[in-house]
């Protein structure tokens, strides 16, 4: 009889292992079917011996330099068998330490190749298991290119059982397999050659990064081509010529061993992936945002997906499936602070968005960079060459990107991944003591290096741009939105009157109509409400410390109408709302230091401190200031909306109010007489049911607020309410 479980796991690398324990601590009868060794491509032939080879390499290449540090040796010499032994050792270790995890957690496991024999059936060789749910995390194997004598070259498994080291090594691709071996052959004396057919090598992180490592290569006698089309290998005699053309011109290369990095390929062959129902996308396994594939029962994660081939990436994916399957739930990877480890000598780390690719979304970046030979301890460790960048918005000062060259910058990327996956900003790092002398002080200059205010280094001026293309399309106007029906007819033309329309940070796509269609948009949408909910409980510490004087109303609960109906506005149209206007501020675009300083009644406040906490204004952004009396800005708000359609403008006035603010008379009015003059202004009530304490239901025979509209003939429409 066949065995059952509830949950069977094809493979045994980072994303099956990780997925089957934490499967088997919610509860699940787990099994691990692998065909290899446990732990996978990582374990085996991949992280774990390529980072056991690269330690020993490093520390020859800084015996070496032994003299500097007052050390002194007679000979020094390299002995590849002994670091080769080590890396084995290390390698058991770990396979023998993920069989001991299983054994811990309760999950079985099962050596041989499984094949899906349809709805929850693994046919293992003879032998057949059942399962309730399959997770396929089968990993990806080296890609192979179609160039003559590829026979001749070896892949990054291969090219680990190497004996000794090779006097000449030529490396087809430079990326990050590529350049891992380039880095660990260069310092054991062999003279490297790498073969790129792109513009650059390293093409995951910045030029800038990419550039410093290039310059460190070639200082080791190291050769890069890029835009390098290699041709083909042939044999010459005890080694190999590799030829290639740049340009139009045809050039060759000697290599004793030619190593072929040209990327991975996601694993697929003999699954029964199409018996089964899995739909395929060329070699990669389709599936929805919650690694559901197109088969009932069967889910996937790590390289087998394609995306991003990592190892780490590959564990989360998997918790984040077996999370699914075990609560049915709704867990959806989020990838925007996946790090990126490159372990050459120095080190390469990056996370987030890279300065290039921020200004390429239109998005105003600041930019800081440290470098390493202001650093105290690289200077200590000898190992001053590099830097640390950081990437962060204008305005919200949020980290949106780090990247790194240096000594231990495979470990520094952590604290910058939290940041950024907490959607930290440069004030939140520079409240964190960093502990002196160490390398994570490197990122906390470079953060105050793009606000101007970095201790280590002299500060230049901090600029706040968009790419170029970008400032373009934002001074074009934005379609609206559903959320404010009264604005759609508006005609797509720039604010009238000559008037200019400065956008805020936030802006919808015209198809969003805030559903799930654009992830990047609704991301932006809700790291705005997490940032305002910060700034407002950053307020509140402070107003209970009595550092912000008068009266301090927060934002706090609101975030989400504040931002989603400021979102749909154009950058010409005005803005008057209640007291609460805080996040109302920040959510349009206005420089939050400069809310905050006048909450502490500062000269460089938005109203150089006079106003305080109710009275934030920014005529740049047409925010036209928070109102202390309870619906006294409704009139404003119509007097503006009359002199727009007097001009004969485009725009709109945007007018938030709370429940309070329904039973007076200004609020009758002035609906009144925009209805009757038809003036282009929308009416966004944030409520809660209660104004000023008093119930609603209470004082009203009216309670719904949308309703009060019909009373003058206004469309109407509640939200969420």
């Known amino acids: 009889m066949a065995s059952s479980y509830d949950l069977a796991v094809i493979g045994g690398g980072p994303g099956g292992y990780v997925s089957a324990i934490r499967a088997a601590q919610l509860g699940a009868r787990v099994v691990v079917v692998e065909k290899d060794s446990l732990g996978g491509t990582c374990l085996n032939v991949g992280c774990i011996p390529t980072k056991s080879l690269l330690t020993s390499a490093e520390l020859y290449a800084l015996a070496g330099r032994g003299s500097e540090f007052g050390v002194e040796a007679k000979e ?23 069989g001991s995890l299983f054994k811990a957690a309760g999950v079985e496991s099962r050596k041989g190749t499984a094949t899906l024999k349809g709805k929850g059936r693994i046919a293992i060789g003879k032998e057949e298991i059942n399962a309730k749910d399959i997770l396929v995390a089968t990993g990806s194997v080296p890609a192979r290119i179609p160039i003559k004598g590829v026979e001749h070259t070896l892949d990054s498994t291969a090219i680990l059982e190497l004996t000794r080291v090779p006097e000449r090594l030529a490396v087809i691709g430079g990326g990050v397999v590529g350049m891992e071996f380039a880095s660990l052959y260069a310092e054991l004396g062999s003279q490297v050659t790498v073969l790129e057919m792109l513009p650059r090598i390293l093409p995951m992180v910045e030029a800038d990064i990419s550039n410093l490592y290039r310059r460190h290569l070639e200082k080791l006698g190291g050769k890069i081509h890029t835009e390098a089309k290699v041709e083909g290998v042939v044999k010459d005699g005890r080694g190999f010529k590799v030829r290639f053309g740049i340009g139009g011109e045809g050039a060759e290369t000697g290599a004793e061993v030619v ?126 060459e ?69 201790i280590e280094i002299p500060n230049r001026k901090p600029r706040a741009e968009a790419a170029p293309a970008a400032a373009a399309r934002s001074a074009e106007p934005k379609e609206e939105s559903s959320v404010a029906r009264s604005v759609e007819e508006r005609e797509s033309t720039p604010a009238g ?32 409400m997490y940032f305002i909910r910060r700034f407002e409980e950053r307020c509140q510490e402070m107003y209970t410390r009595a550092k912000i004087g008068g009266y301090c109303h927060l934002n706090i609960g609101e ?157 109407a429409i509640q939200v969420d309410g």
Request: proline residues 4%; charged residues 20%.
């Open 259 to 384: 190593l072929l990095a040209a990327g991975r390929t996601p694993y697929t062959d003999g699954l029964g992936l199409d018996a089964a129902g899995v739909e395929l996308d060329g070699r990669r396994v389709k599936v929805d945002d919650h690694l559901r594939t197109s088969a009932a029962g069967v889910w996937a994660c790590g390289d087998v997906i394609g995306g991003i081939m990592l190892a780490h990436v590959a564990s989360y994916e998997g918790i984040c499936a077996v999370e699914n399957i075990a609560g049915g739930g709704d867990r959806v990877p989020d990838y925007h602070a996946a790090p990126n480890c490159i372990y050459t000598d120095p080190e390469i780390a990056n996370v987030g968005l890279g300065e290039t690719e921020a200004r390429e979304r239109g998005i105003q970046v600041k930019v800081g960079r440290f470098p390493l030979q202001a650093s105290a301890r690289a200077l200590t460790l000898g190992q001053a």
């Open 76 to 98: 020094l010499r390299f002995n590849f068998a002994a670091a080769q032994e080590r890396k084995a050792k290390v390698v058991a270790t770990l396979v023998n330490g993920v």
């Open 497 to 528: 009157n000559g008037r200019p329309a400065k956008p805020p940070p936030v802006q919808t796509d015209p198809s969003l109509k805030l559903e799930r269609k654009n992830r990047d948009e609704l991301m932006r949408l809700y790291r705005q």
């Open 559 to 715: 975030e989400a109408t504040v931002v989603g109906g400021i979102a749909a506005l154009k950058g010409g149209d005005y803005i008057y709302t209640s007291y609460r206007e805080h996040g109302h501020a920040i959510a349009r675009g206005v420089d939050p230091k400069a809310v905050m300083a006048e909450l502490f009644g500062r000269e460089t406040g938005t109203s150089h401190g006079r106003g305080g906490s109710m009275h934030i204004y920014d005529a740049e952004y047409r925010f036209m200031g928070g109102y202390g009396i309870v619906g006294g800005h409704l009139p404003l708000a119509v007097g503006a909306g009359f002199a727009i359609k007097y001009e004969k403008a485009k725009d709109v006035v945007f007018c938030m109010f709370g429940d309070g603010a329904t039973n007076i008379g200004a609020f009758h009015e002035s609906l009144n007489f925009a209805a009757v003059f038809k003036l282009p202004v929308v009416w966004f009530c944030i409520n809660n049911k209660y104004g000023m304490g008093t119930s609603v239901e209470r004082a009203s025979a009216v309670p719904d607020m949308y309703k009060k509209a019909c009373a003058y003939d206004m469309e």
């Open 386 to 454: 590099g830097m640390v960048k950081v990437i962060a918005e204008a305005g919200s000062e949020r980290l949106l990107g780090v990247q790194m060259i240096g000594p231990r910058v495979t470990d520094l990327v952590a604290e910058a991944t939290l940041a950024i996956q907490r959607n930290l900003t440069i004030h939140d790092l520079e409240l964190t003591m960093h502990a002196h002398p160490t390398m994570a002080e490197s990122l906390l200059q470079a953060a105050l290096a793009a606000d101007g205010r970095a």
